[in-house]
């Protein structure tokens, strides 16, 4: 089920952002008995790097990375920690 989880989340953000490099590392298994958890939720890191980020401050890159999975979060997301780059940053 989590493969399917990152599938949904790489496909979002390939969609509406059009990522150089994007990488998605699921933690759910570190997070076993939490409430997220249990709730069926997954826990993961995106670390994104894509041109939509140019002259954005990181509150509005964030932004950008949850609109993209806004249908999914608190379903098939508990947590999401984004590190989220512009190609200038690399």
């Known amino acids: 089920m989590s493969a399917d989880r990152s599938a949904?989340?790489?496909t979002r953000l390939e969609a509406?952002?059009?990522p150089e490099q994007l990488e998605i590392i699921d933690e759910s298994a570190k997070h076993a008995g939490h409430a997220g958890a249990a709730t069926?939720?997954?826990h993961f890191?995106?670390?994104i790097m894509s041109a939509a980020?140019?002259?954005k401050n990181l509150i509005q890159r964030h932004r950008l990375?949850?609109?993209a999975v806004d249908d999914i979060m608190h379903t098939?997301?508990?947590a999401l920690s984004i590190q989220a780059?512009?190609?200038d940053e690399s």
Request: net charge negative; hydrophobic share 40%; no cysteine.
């Open 65 to 67: 990375v949850y609109a």
């Open 40 to 42: 069926g939720g997954g």
């Open 85 to 87: 780059k512009s190609p």
């Open 16 to 18: 509406a952002l059009d």
């Open 45 to 47: 890191i995106v670390q």
């Open 53 to 55: 980020f140019e002259g």
């Open 8 to 10: 949904m989340i790489r």
């Open 76 to 78: 098939e997301i508990h």
